[in-house]
């Protein structure tokens, strides 16, 4: 069963109190724990947010949007009480305008580690629509160049943290940081020859939009990404071919990837085969 990840960048209550608590915490057993509990006992509703605790880090964050409107405690009483729990190395709270609450005090945005922007998967079909009606045609050899050295430049991070060898033997899992980053739901169904699969793809943001599309049926963007990917991951190039669509009425997409042979073995070959 698939959770929706949430990342909250504003709360909105109207007519309610709102405040962002953010805490720095031994990264221990019970912290989170330990924390809620005096939360809860000031009368304080947590709402939307995240804790970051990275396992080789003694310190971690907590950090959330919450309604104090029947709070027992002013603000610098609960920011003394919490400062006052064992677990707690530092607290920030900031007080919202008019039930309107922006997180302001996270920056910049990480994705495993590196810098990221969150972008609405809406917005970047709008801004690809809007590509295909300056350029028309020639908008899907951007699309897909810029898609392929995307998913390039991904495969050589990949790399880069955890090594070669073990991104090839962990293939089927590392492929699963699609669905981590959404792009969709992704099942991979390995074939005969180790390095040919096929990958499904459901709920792929790019052919939802485009089922509503009269220009394109087909996804060029994931499509792109993922020759780019497969073809850094494996040092060679790669074939990926869409062969079903939710656009055409499938019930998810569908990619072959398959590894291009070279022409130049397959001359050789025949030449040797004539003499």
């Known amino acids: 069963m698939r959770y929706p990840k949430d990342l909250a960048v504003w709360e909105y209550a109207p007519g309610r109190r709102l405040a962002q608590i953010v805490l720095r915490l031994k990264n221990v057993k019970g912290a989170l724990a330990q924390v809620s509990n005096a939360v ?45 729990l064992p677990v707690v190395i530092g607290v920030e709270i900031l007080l919202a305008d008019d039930g309107f609450m922006v997180d302001k005090h996270h920056f910049p945005v990480r994705l495993s580690n590196r810098r990221a922007l969150i972008l609405r998967t809406d917005a970047i079909n709008e801004m ?25 430049f991904t495969a050589e991070e990949l790399i880069e943290d955890f090594g070669k060898e073990f991104v090839v033997s962990t293939l089927e899992e590392v492929l699963q940081t699609y669905t981590a980053q959404g792009f969709a739901e992704i099942e991979v169904v390995r074939g005969e020859d180790p ?81």
């Open 40 to 84: 809860s006992e000031s009368d304080i509703n947590m709402l939307s947010g995240f804790d970051s605790a990275s396992s080789a880090s003694s310190v971690g964050v907590w950090s959330f949007f919450a309604d104090i409107t029947d709070s027992r405690h002013d603000l610098e009483t609960l920011r003394r009480k919490l400062l006052a």
């Open 128 to 152: 690809v629509s809007h590509m295909w009606s300056v350029f028309g045609s020639g908008a899907a050899t951007i699309i897909d160049q810029m898609a392929e050295a995307i998913g390039r």
């Open 195 to 275: 390095e040919s699969m096929t990958v499904h793809a459901k709920n792929l943001f790019e052919c939802e939009a485009n089922a509503l599309s009269k220009l394109r049926r087909k996804s060029l963007f994931f499509r792109g990404h993922l020759r780019g990917f497969m073809s850094t991951i494996f040092h060679a190039d790669f074939e990926v071919t869409e062969v079903q669509c939710v656009a055409e009425g499938d019930e998810a997409c569908s990619f072959a990837v398959a590894r291009v042979e070279s022409v130049v073995p397959r001359v050789a070959a025949s030449s040797e085969a004539r003499d």
